[in-house]
């Protein structure tokens, strides 16, 4: 158990739709990273916060959102969902920057019909 | 632009054989790197991590990687593989001059009996 907690595990929805995945970092960690994992483009970083600040963003797509709250939650968006959106979704938490080594969430399955 | 390449998509080995996974960076400073395993159906899980000093890191699962600045190298290898070592592998570096950890494409492993 890495200490990062994801909710929820699996999600399906409909085409169109939008929905809000969470992170729970580990305690006292200050960094929270998302990725998006799928079989044809591999394991993508989306987005980082860093107490509360985005700090760095990857491949993320105008469609999607996220934020980082004050006690250090973050919450990726989807919205607009297409087929091939469906994927894993991970959040890691580190620390301090990115230096750090992360720590993995479970991930939430999304499945978009 | 910082970038992870790990030539070998998949390797398969015999239970017991040893084992080598590259990984090559590219990047001019001075690099932290990583080493992550994804067993099926789980998050990512840190194996080792070389931030400076002795160029040659033990890890976890009798996992061990070799920092070779000349080559931009850090492969990961193991002595004797077990049957429960199937899985994907990622090499990841970082800087702290970057704002993101940068994850190479990942290598499956399939052992074997």
């Known amino acids: 158990d890495s200490g990062v907690t994801q909710t929820p595990k699996h999600l399906i929805t409909a085409t169109g739709q939008r929905v809000t995945l969470r992170c729970s970092p580990r305690s006292g960690d200050l960094s929270v990273y998302w990725y998006q994992q799928s079989l044809d483009q591999g394991l993508q970083f989306l987005i980082q916060?860093?107490?509360?600040?985005?700090?760095a963003k990857g491949n993320i797509l105008e469609r999607f959102s996220a934020q980082q709250f004050p006690d250090l939650h973050s919450e990726l968006n989807l919205s607009s969902l297409e087929l091939g959106d469906s994927a894993l979704y991970f959040c890691?938490?580190?620390?301090?920057?990115?230096?750090?080594?992360?720590?993995f969430g479970p991930g939430t399955r999304l499945t978009v019909l | 632009a910082q970038s992870v390449t790990q030539p070998d998509i998949h390797i398969t080995v015999s239970e017991g054989a040893s084992l080598e996974l590259r990984c090559n960076y590219s990047y001019g400073a001075t690099p932290y790197l990583f080493w992550y395993v994804q067993s099926p159906g789980q998050g990512l899980q840190l194996l080792l991590k070389y931030f400076s000093g002795d160029t040659l890191v033990q890890g976890i699962k009798g996992f061990e990687a070799e920092f070779k600045r000349s080559q931009s190298s850090f492969n990961l290898r193991k002595p004797s593989v077990h049957w429960s070592d199937a899985a994907e592998y990622f090499c990841a570096v970082a800087y702290t001059n970057a704002g993101k950890s940068t994850f190479g494409d990942g290598t499956t492993l399939t052992v074997k009996p």
């Open positions: 890691a938490s580190s620390p301090h920057g990115s230096y750090n080594e992360q720590f």
């Open positions: 916060y860093y107490n509360g600040e985005e700090r």
